[in-house]
């Protein structure tokens, strides 16, 4: 079935400097993978997203890598901040009948001072 | 904010009642979503309506049913409750059918079962 991996569970880094998420996934038909950020006690909201047509995506400091070949894509924070500190969540959506959107299992980022 | 309200915020209930969330979807959205997540725990998709028909189906406990009515709102019914239960509940929304859309969450209910 459907999976995506989510790598590091947990992520510390100092203020200032550059957070990497990476995530894998095993439908080759999924062509769409949004990035989600949940605050403490709010809801998951979309940060970032990239379809299967485009390698990379960026807005300000936040950007998306996709290898389709490998399966995998990234999300890149540079400049980190205190208020990026949260949990993100990858997610990927494919072609197939079920429409659902398989996410990842997150990542909690802290942003150290 | 989403646009996508959850009624009620907090639940708080016992062993072996039922219960039922409620979901009101951005205005225009056709496809209402609805995720289980426990403490510490990822985005459990249960089930997914479009224009009022069931569309996919998660890891839905067989204790657990949702609807979509005509006017688009949806519910939860989470009956037996089993201490298990306790979680954030959340809906999403999207335009049309959702393969390659965002979802929008709603600010979710929390469910305290004691």
């Known amino acids: 079935g459907e999976n995506v991996e989510q790598h590091p569970s947990t992520l510390s880094v100092q203020e200032g400097d550059s957070a990497v998420i990476k995530c894998t996934y095993s439908d080759s038909a999924s062509n769409y993978f949004p990035w989600y950020k949940q605050e403490l006690g709010k809801r998951p909201q979309l940060i970032i997203d990239i379809r299967s047509n485009v390698g990379e995506k960026k807005d300000q400091r936040i950007a998306v890598t996709l290898n389709k070949t490998a399966k995998h894509f990234s999300l890149h924070i540079t400049e980190t901040q205190p208020e990026d500190s949260a949990v993100y969540f990858c997610a990927a959506s494919g072609r197939n009948r079920d429409d659902k959107i398989i996410f990842g299992k997150g990542t909690r980022l802290h942003i150290l001072p | 904010d989403s646009g996508v309200t959850q009624t009620p915020k907090h639940l708080i209930t016992a062993t072996g009642q039922r219960v039922t969330l409620r979901c009101s979807p951005r205005?225009?959205?056709?496809?209402v979503y609805w995720y289980q997540q426990s403490l510490d725990q990822g985005l459990q998709f249960l089930i997914q309506y479009y224009n009022g028909e069931e569309r996919a189906k998660g890891n839905i406990l067989e204790r657990f049913s949702a609807q979509q009515f005509p006017d688009l709102h949806s519910e939860l019914n989470l009956s037996s409750l089993e201490l298990g239960d306790s979680a954030l509940y959340f809906c999403a929304s999207s335009p049309r059918q959702g393969r390659e859309e965002t979802q929008y969450f709603g600010p979710g209910t929390r469910l305290l079962v004691l």
């Open positions: 205005s225009g959205d056709l496809s």
